[in-house]
């Protein structure tokens, strides 16, 4: 893997942000979850995550992740993405990327 600049991770927008609403996404070619999320002053964006393996609609609700939000928005099937769910993959599914601390919503990692 090459290495990067500092100036390089700069540039990605990894913020924190808290699930308000999850919903299924039966139109998913894999198992997915609509998720809205608060992230502050860069207001609620949504996203599709495929994090079924391990997550209920429950388990997500008012945790606080981490996403990539300046990313360009994508179209998952008929539901627009508008930024990055950060996560680990496992054999067992996706881990989300959680804050360990509450951190104001829309916190930019460092």
Not at 76 to 92: A, C, Q
Request: aromatic share 10%.
């Amino acid at each position: 893997m090459p290495t990067i600049e500092w100036e390089d991770f700069t540039r990605v927008a990894l913020c924190a942000g808290t699930v308000v609403k999850v919903e299924e996404f039966p139109e998913a070619r894999k198992p997915a979850w609509k998720l809205w999320v608060d992230f502050g002053p860069h207001g609620m964006r949504k996203t599709s995550a495929q994090v079924r393996a391990l997550y209920e609609a429950d388990d997500l609700v008012g945790r606080q992740i981490v996403g990539v939000i300046n990313f360009a928005p994508k179209q998952v099937g008929p539901f627009m993405s508008e930024f990055l769910l950060t996560g680990f993959p496992t054999d067992e599914g996706v881990v989300v990327t959680t804050v360990e601390r509450p951190v104001p919503n829309g916190t930019r990692m460092a």
